[in-house]
């Protein structure tokens, strides 16, 4: 079993529409939850960051994790062709950060 | 505050031919890590530094891959040989806690 399953399909949506990822995870010892972005011929980029159940606002972005289910989702909010890029879950826990696979987003004006 | 940075962007050489990248991390880090970013795939950790020593090389291709961090700031990762699997990403990352990684653009190798 993967320690986190991340379902890699590209997802195409039109301007303004939200944009509903997720991941689940496998492993209870992993304490802390992130949502990297990742554009074209770029590295990741921190995007957000949480280490509690429940919801993480940051402008049009939400992070939401669930422990007992070990769920966590990343939802945008009025997306913008500029949000075109790849998602990646991560999760970070005894001293290790393991990531999904990603989601490539794609935001058609 | 400069990122992380890495050298070259592209390589492409053939099967069997040695490469090394080359990584300055954000200053002041003293955690540097290094992975590898198939196509379609997330990163997946090489080896992790603090400062020059090794943290966690567990999943380092050891017969092929090496890597080293002098004087606890630069590092160089090197393959050699390199087989037509090892194309991908190889990102460098920097923290000042774990938790925080801070990346690098990335060198794209392509072994043909």
């Known amino acids: 079993q993967k320690e986190v399953e991340q379902d890699p399909g590209p997802l195409s949506v039109p301007e303004g529409a939200i944009v509903s990822l997720n991941c689940t995870y496998s492993n209870s010892a992993f304490q802390y939850f992130m949502w990297y972005r990742q554009y074209s011929r770029k590295g990741p980029e921190l995007l957000m960051y949480t280490y509690s159940s429940g919801n993480k606002e940051d402008g049009r972005f939400t992070a939401q994790v669930d422990k007992s289910s070990k769920y966590i989702s990343l939802f945008i909010r009025d997306s913008q062709p500029s949000d075109s890029a790849t998602y990646l879950c991560a999760v970070y826990g005894n001293n290790r950060l393991a990531f999904g696979k990603g989601n490539q987003v794609v935001v058609i004006p | 505050e400069a990122g992380v940075a890495q050298s070259p962007r592209y390589k492409i050489i053939e099967k069997r031919q040695s490469v090394a990248f080359w990584c300055n991390p954000i200053?002041?880090?003293?955690?540097l890590y290094w992975y590898q970013q198939i196509l379609g795939q997330g990163p997946k950790l090489l080896i992790q530094?603090?400062?020059?020593?090794?943290?966690?090389d567990s999943q380092l291709p050891k017969d092929r891959f090496s890597a080293e961090r002098l004087k606890g700031v630069d590092s160089t990762l090197k393959i050699q040989p390199a087989k037509l699997e090892d194309s991908a990403v190889y990102l460098c990352?920097?923290?000042?806690?774990?938790?925080?990684?801070?990346f690098g653009p990335g060198t794209r190798l392509t072994v043909t």
């Open positions: 990352a920097s923290s000042l806690t774990a938790d925080e990684q801070y």
């Open positions: 530094f603090q400062n020059n020593g090794v943290v966690d």
């Open positions: 200053s002041g880090h003293a955690t």
